[in-house]
């Protein structure tokens, strides 16, 4: 008998099928950040990275150009399971030789080359503006500026980023989800807390007073709760963010690494799950800040991951991957976090859910402390190996990683 045989077998004393749980994790689509090749530096006006995160580390063969940055994308895609869509930051737009790209004045045609990319490899994309690492953002400030142009250069910048969302979606036939998320914050304790977020306010509705397709555009706003350099005062809270997605019919995304250290996304998403349609996830591992670690699989991925299964809600959550490692290879670092998200989802998958729940409801805590515990060493690797196999995906990928590193990246 194989492996997996066995491991099915193991499963099935549980009341878990396999089979239906690598048929489930087929169809999920994680959304796969184009941000971890590059540090976060795009193409166009290659400022360092500010407004309150950073990249750290130095390791060779960052991406410098498109051809460069798509040839990894592909490098790591191809040791992904599953399906994908890319998720782009608008500073990737591509120019002409020479052309200088205001973010104001951004147009599908400076994403004509990504399209083409996606739908050579029949994938959707996401997109994001990019509200940082610019000469425009004034004292850190954007959407909630008090500077009246700096606000509608930004304004226009969210407007372009719709129409380039509908553009995406009408060419690949795939939604697009656009999210929102802007660093605006002070460093120290301000004296208007009100002022900046009525700003940010006027500006989202502002930005979204253009029309787009809502079967084709989903709208997302990201929260945070502070940003290095911003430390005191962040605009786009917790709280903001939340009460404005629901005001305006849009989609709340958390963020796992924009939250205070012991509060977790993990107990928010039956919450938001309950008042919304949809909800948006950035996945992440911060260690003691937001510092977008690589995601392991750890105790709050696999938490999170249960949330959506459990609430049969794998169709209603859109989760996409951000973070950015610089010091290790970066076709590693994405394809490392990418499939402990779904390595999560499967671990997730293999629960007997309904059963873990029915002991809840009974109050019989210690046999759901006990069965809960037995399934963290059950073969979920055989069934993952499995799901691999099915997939035509190898199941070691630092090989490949480090033939890639030496034959491409050491040149670069
Ligand atoms: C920043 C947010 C945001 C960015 C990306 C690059 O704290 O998490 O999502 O990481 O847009
Ligand atoms: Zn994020």
């Not at 689509?29 to 976060?40: A, M, N, P």
């Not at 795009?42 to 990275?49: A, K, P």
């Not at 250290?261 to 937001?290: C, G, M, Q, Y």
Request: one cysteine or more.
């Amino acid at each position: 008998m194989s492996r997996y045989e066995t491991a099915k077998e193991i499963y099935a004393k549980y009341g878990v099928d396999t089979e239906k749980a690598i048929e489930k994790l087929k169809d999920v689509t994680i959304s796969i950040h184009c941000w971890q090749g590059d540090d976060v530096i795009g193409f166009d006006n290659r400022e360092s990275l500010s407004g309150g995160i950073q990249t750290t580390g130095n390791y060779l063969g960052k991406a410098n150009t498109p051809e460069e940055l798509m040839a990894d994308i592909d490098k790591a895609f191809s040791l992904i399971p599953g399906k994908k869509k890319l998720n782009l930051h608008a500073c990737y737009a591509i120019g002409e030789p020479g052309e200088k790209i205001e973010r104001n004045k951004i147009e599908p045609k400076h994403f004509k080359k990504w399209v083409e990319f996606a739908k050579e490899r029949n994938i959707g994309i996401d997109f994001n503006p990019t509200f940082f690492a610019h000469p425009k953002v004034k004292d850190n400030l954007t959407l909630s500026s008090p500077d009246e142009d700096t606000r509608n250069y930004w304004i226009e910048h969210g407007k372009a980023c719709i129409r380039i969302s509908e553009y995406f979606a009408n060419e690949t036939g795939i939604p697009c989800v656009m999210n929102i998320w802007i660093p605006d914050g002070y460093k120290d304790i301000p004296a208007d807390r009100m002022g900046p977020r009525a700003r940010f306010k006027d500006s989202l509705d502002k930005i979204l007073s253009e029309p787009y397709d809502k079967k084709k555009v989903y709208v997302t706003l990201e929260s945070k709760v502070f940003g290095i350099g911003l430390e005191s005062y962040t605009v786009g809270s917790g709280e903001f963010c939340l009460s404005y997605s629901n005001y305006k019919g849009i989609t709340p995304l958390m963020d796992n690494g924009h939250y205070h250290p012991t509060e977790v996304v993990s107990d928010k998403i039956s919450a938001l799950l309950l008042f919304n349609e949809n909800i948006a996830l950035h996945v992440t591992r911060p260690v003691r800040w937001d510092s977008d670690h690589v995601v392991l699989f750890d105790d709050e991925t696999r938490e999170i991951a249960k949330e959506i299964v459990r609430n049969d809600a794998l169709d209603r959550v859109f989760i996409a991957t951000d973070y950015f490692d610089a010091s290790i290879n970066r076709i590693s670092a994405w394809v490392t976090g990418v499939r402990n998200v779904q390595k999560a989802l499967l671990f997730a998958l293999l629960e007997p859910n309904k059963k873990l729940k029915e002991l809840q409801e009974q109050n019989r805590l210690t046999e759901l402390m006990v069965i809960s515990e037995d399934l963290k060493t059950a073969p979920m690797g055989d069934v993952w190996d499995e799901f691999l196999k099915r997939e035509n995906t190898k199941d070691n990928y630092i090989d490949e990683v480090l033939k890639y590193e030496k034959e491409v990246l050491v040149n670069r």
